[in-house]
């Protein structure tokens, strides 16, 4: 129910007199929107004795607009204030159908075999599916209205299983005690993630910012120079440990290891949630006493935060540039985990999944 803003009973030679002026001040202040807040501050000033012309002024307005604002007032109480009916021409697609327009525009992806869905299939779906014709430009400003953004999406290996992923998560409490030795309490237990990421000379590039109309060139080189970052985070330690090495295999993953080790603060036992590729899972692994594997379900590289981190890497410091040679590559390879480390709270807000938090 609204708060009355007016004192019951009051004289009405001066209209104004009846506004309770603490309530339309608590009305104004919590008001959101930019124009009905523009009309309670100049009824504030008209309450105060300011002359519709004053008030004209302050409000950049003019004095028909400001004594429209009274009478309004004066005769509806603050639903008079509200914005009126445009008089303008309606909008082609009713906004009781926005909602669905959005589901449908985002499943013309899912319909497609391969590539993306421009603003002209939108275009073309709005006259079919709907029976409006917009412009390009309508149709942005009416993805805009759905909220529907133009992002990169993720990606999700063809063999990748969702079910089994969902049941990977929803048992992973139970999957982390049956990992650790019998000796270790759960509440000792730190859930960490690894992963490695190849950086070299094929190296990434990004959008990047430049005048509209062009398109600038970004060098890409052609040599097969390459190393590689053995990386793990632990969010609820907000720390990692990585290792920059030549090759991807056994004694690099048990070097790795020993790395994370270290990190692993004393009297704590640490769960490598990590891939199933050939140098995690061969029993000739040799893995310290605290430290405990744990195999994420096969083709499932999105339920590993670690990814983030080599996406955060590259797109801060790792893409959009050259290497001389190897060395120039483990230097800068080592300069962007150190620099994504120091962060204070990176890791635990990039890495943090509520899925993956230690059980009680």
């Keep these: 129910m609204q708060t009355s803003l007016v004192n019951a009973g009051d004289a009405v030679e001066d209209p104004f007199a009846r506004i309770d002026v603490a309530a ?5 202040k919590t008001e959101s929107n930019p124009r009905r807040k523009i009309r309670l501050l100049g009824l504030l000033h008209l309450k105060s004795g300011a002359s519709f012309e004053a008030v004209a002024n302050m409000v950049q307005s003019c004095t028909q607009t400001v004594r429209n604002w009274a009478k309004r007032f004066l005769e509806h109480g603050l639903n008079g204030l509200n914005d009126l009916p445009g008089r303008g021409s309606k909008p082609r697609l009713p906004p009781e159908r926005i909602e669905e327009f959005a589901r449908k525009a ?8 391969g590539g993306r869905v421009k603003g002209r299939d939108i275009k073309k779906m709005l006259e079919i599916e709907f029976g409006v014709t917009y412009s390009l430009r309508g149709v942005y400003e009416l993805l805009d209205r759905a909220n529907v953004a133009w992002i990169t999406g993720r990606s999700q290996h063809p063999k990748g299983n969702p079910a089994k992923q969902e049941e990977f998560k929803a048992s992973f409490g139970e999957r982390v005690k049956k990992a650790i030795p019998e000796n270790v309490p759960i509440e000792n237990v730190d859930i960490w993630f690894q992963d490695e990421a190849r950086v070299g000379q094929q190296g990434t590039t990004t959008r990047i ?3 509209r109309g062009t398109r600038p060139r970004i060098v890409k080189q052609g040599q097969f120079l390459s190393a590689y970052i053995y990386g793990a985070v632990c969010p609820s330690q907000d720390t990692g440990a990585a290792l920059v090495l030549p090759e991807c295999n056994t004694y690099g993953m048990e070097a790795h290891l020993d790395e994370i080790s270290l990190h692993v603060p004393e009297g704590r036992h640490a769960v490598v949630v990590l891939d199933g590729a050939a140098w995690h899972t061969t029993e000739a692994l040799k893995v310290p006493p605290n430290i405990s594997l744990l195999s994420l379900p096969p083709y499932s590289p999105e ?3 670690a990814e983030q981190v080599w996406e955060e ?14 060395e120039e590559i483990v230097d800068a390879c080592c300069d962007a985990w150190r620099s994504f480390i120091s962060k204070i709270g990176a890791v635990r807000s990039l890495c943090s999944r509520e899925w993956a938090m230690v059980p009680n």
Excluded: H
């Design 313 to 326: 890497l590259r797109s801060d410091s790792l893409a959009n540039r050259c290497y001389a040679g190897y």
């Design 209 to 211: 910012w430049a005048m």
């Design 303 to 305: 339920l590993n935060p």
């Design 24 to 28: 339309f001040r608590r009305e104004y």
């Design 106 to 113: 985002i499943s013309l992806q899912k319909q497609r075999k």
